[in-house]
Structure formats: C-alpha cells, structure tokens
C-alpha cells in the first residue's frame, strides 16, 4: 500500500491514502497500537474499516432510504440487505484520496465525490487533515456541497494499545446518555442513561464486549474517552457530538468520533443537513502517555 509516514520523536503514524486511514502508530518505540491492514487487498476486504475514514454518512441508514426537501434517495443496503453501513461498498473509505500536502509532521488529504455517487446528492469536496505535535495526533475533516446533502464523517480505527487485539485495555467514556438500538442495530429514537447498564463507563473498566452503540455528547471540543492498558494511556477528545464505541471484534476496539447514527430519520438528533456555503468540520485529538 501507499503509505506517507508522520511524526515527531515520540510518536510516529502512517498514513494510507486509501480510505484516508489511519493505518499505523507507534509510540514511545511501542509498535502495534492499532490493528491495521497490510496490503490493498485487506484494505479492501477483511479490514476494509480498520482505520479509514468512513462516510460521507458513517454508520447506519435505516432501510437504505431517506428525504431531503421532498427528494427520496436510495443507498445500497449492505447489511444484511436491510440497512446502510458506513454508506455502502462505494464509501469513502474504499476511495483513493490525493495527498495535497505532506512533510514530517502532517498529511494533507481531499477527495471529490460526485452527485449521486453512491446515491447521495451534491457534488462535494472532502478534505482530512492529520498532524502529530509531540505526544499527540490531531485529526480534522472538512466538507462542502453545491447541493443539500447529510455529511457525518468518522475515523475508524481499531485500538491494540495493549498489543493483544481488545484484551489487557481498559476503558472511559465521558458520557452518561446513549442511543438503544433495534435488532438491526438503528436508534429507536430514545436517549437513555447509561447508569445500570453495560454501557456506563464513566470510571475507568474493562468494557463489555457487546457494545456496539452511540454514546451522546455535548457538541464543543474537550475530553470523550480514555483507553488504558498495565503501560500506555490514550486519551480522546473531539468535538462531534456522538461517539461510537465498538467493542465486539476481538481485533480491537473502534472509537469513533461522529455524529448519532441514522439522524436524518431523527429530528430530535444533531443534523447531519450540509447546505451549500455552509461547512462540515470535525476535529479530534489523541494523546498518548505512558503510566
């Protein structure tokens, strides 16, 4: 695979134009802190979203189907021939971006999509950013339309902080509400706390396995989750809303800064509307420590 590498002398990242991804870390000369692909076909296949970009609307649209000013459009259902995931086979994260700028400590990346590909409106331009300063990887996305569309980019990377795929991490996520899900994994519409359940990770714990679900945040840049093993610590923060936490692959943990899934079919969730002149920005941070 392509690959443009970044960093400083504590940490080091590769960087994949293949899907934008996020395909490798190391720091502090620890190796192996995200389970990444090794070449196009696994990219493509097997670890399709082992750290790419997903979009232009990540996660899930019930029954392939939604409206936007009166307009229906239809999206491949590539989940079970029910749902769209990650905006089907032809997704951002399956496109070669092209690198606009690059040097030792950042990499610069766009990619244009055209209306109707993959069967969302507007003719829109994509750009991701990402740049190591010291300890930390900075990642920031940016995107326009010339027609009304949905844009909600998310970075999906699995974390091996631990070098042993999911095992020896530990987890906390500064939230205290999530969305429950149907059998076939779309909100239901309601907002639920998370004390009692499976998903109140508010103290640092060994998370549940089962977790596949969006956790709900306050809109504005500052802490979201923290991973933990026996010698490295990762801290989170971004200013998407939501945060996606995937947990039931033994290949790692996915964290996933977005917005709540499925939100053209919620009124009551963040929008993921982008009108022409208007601008999609999303911005995240991932610190690294060793204990």
Not at 161 to 176: H, I
Request: proline share 6%; glycine share 10%.
């Amino acid at each position: 695979m392509d690959i443009r590498k970044i960093g400083s002398d504590q940490l080091q990242v590769e960087i994949s134009p293949l899907g934008a991804r996020l395909n490798a870390v190391t720091y502090d000369g620890i190796a192996g802190l995200l389970d990444g692909p090794k070449t196009r076909e696994d990219a493509l296949g097997d670890k399709k979203f082992n750290g790419p970009i997903c979009g232009p609307v990540a996660n899930r649209i019930d029954g392939g189907l939604a409206s936007i000013d009166g307009q229906e459009y239809s999206f491949e259902r590539n989940e079970g021939g029910i749902t769209t995931l990650h905006s089907g086979t032809s997704g951002v994260h399956a496109k070669d971006w092209s690198v606009e700028a690059h040097d030792n400590s950042f990499v610069a990346l766009s990619l244009a999509l055209r209306d109707g590909e993959g069967g969302f409106p507007g003719n829109r331009v994509l750009t991701a950013k990402f740049e190591v300063i010291e300890n930390t990887l900075r990642v920031g996305f940016e995107a326009e339309t010339d027609a009304p569309t949905w844009m909600n980019l998310a970075l999906h990377p699995y974390w091996t902080l631990a070098r042993a795929g999911r095992e020896g991490q530990k987890m906390q996520v500064f939230s205290d509400r999530y969305l429950p899900l149907t059998p076939e994994k779309i909100p239901t519409g309601e907002i639920a706390d998370v004390a009692g359940t499976y998903f109140d990770l508010r103290e640092m714990a060994v998370p549940s396995t089962k977790i596949d679900s969006n956790f709900c945040r306050e809109p504005v840049f500052g802490p979201a989750a923290v991973v933990e093993t026996d010698d490295l610590r990762m801290e989170v923060e971004t200013d998407a809303p939501g945060l996606q936490v995937f947990t039931q692959k033994a290949q790692g943990i996915a964290i996933e800064p977005q917005h709540w899934p499925d939100a053209m079919h919620h009124d009551h969730f963040p929008s993921i509307r982008l009108d022409p002149g208007a601008r999609y920005t999303q911005n995240s941070s991932y610190r690294f420590t060793r204990l």
